[in-house]
């Protein structure tokens, strides 16, 4: 790793992290731009994970810190995800680059296109009886967040968010909380399938991380509603611009 890649990758980073923030999908940048700097798909897919478990370790931490902790029912929650996830970073890391890329290109049009209509701030908030049969198919559904997860990853904190809306009838705040628990205990595991097949970049992965950390910093201290619109139009030109050259690599 050179230094100028090293910055590229920090700076990239901070502008995952700011956007995490902001508006979310931060991994829809992260992630092809270590594939367009020449690391195979697997490989990147690896790496952008150090990144993704630093960042939400810390975020468990701030929502502990302000009384929304949601063990138990993150717990049930992840241990399908943690399933899913094994049989998802198995998935990616076997597939060759080419569909990879491909598939991950169509992946960040349709994540950014739920990021514009944002369905999930349209769901009404209210108290969900979780009855048996809802707890059985959300348990499903969260196996299934986890292959996805586990496979790509970029743009799951949207689909959680908007599940646990439905069925739980919990606020963003609280969801989110639920999200970034159940994101943090999934990936440790993907992660450990990707340490094991030697497809982590550990240059990349902390310099990433330590990115998002800041970028995520400053975004807290500069939350406005004018920020947030200017960053989801950048974000569009980006992954439109990205995912086009993704196809093509």
Known sequence: MTVLDALLIFVVGIGAGFINVLAGGGSLLTLPTLILMGLP???????????????????????????????RLGIFLAIPAVVGSIIGSNLAIHLSDLWFNRILSIVM???????????????????INMTMPKRILLFFIFFIIGVYGGFIQAGVGLVIVTMLTLFT?????????????????????????????????????????????????????????????????????????????????
Request: net charge positive; charged share 10%; hydrophobic share 55%.
């Open 41 to 71: 798909s697997a490989l990147a897919n690896g790496t952008n994970r150090v990144a993704i478990i630093v960042q939400n370790i810390t975020a468990i931490a701030s929502f502990r810190n302000s009384g929304i902790f949601h063990w």
């Open 109 to 127: 049009v349709l994540v950014l296109i739920t990021m514009i209509f944002k369905p999930q701030k349209k769901l009404h908030h209210e108290s």
């Open 169 to 249: 009838g919990l606020n963003l705040v609280h969801s989110n909380s639920l999200k970034v628990f159940i994101v943090a205990i999934y990936i440790g595991s993907s992660l450990f399938i990707f340490i094991l097949n030697d497809q982590v970049h550990w240059g990349y992965g902390l310099t990433l991380a330590a990115g998002n950390s800041l970028g995520a910093i400053f975004a807290s201290k500069f939350a406005i509603k004018k920020g947030e619109g200017f960053v989801r139009w950048v974000m569009i030109t980006a992954v439109v611009l990205m995912s086009l050259r993704l196809w093509f690599v």
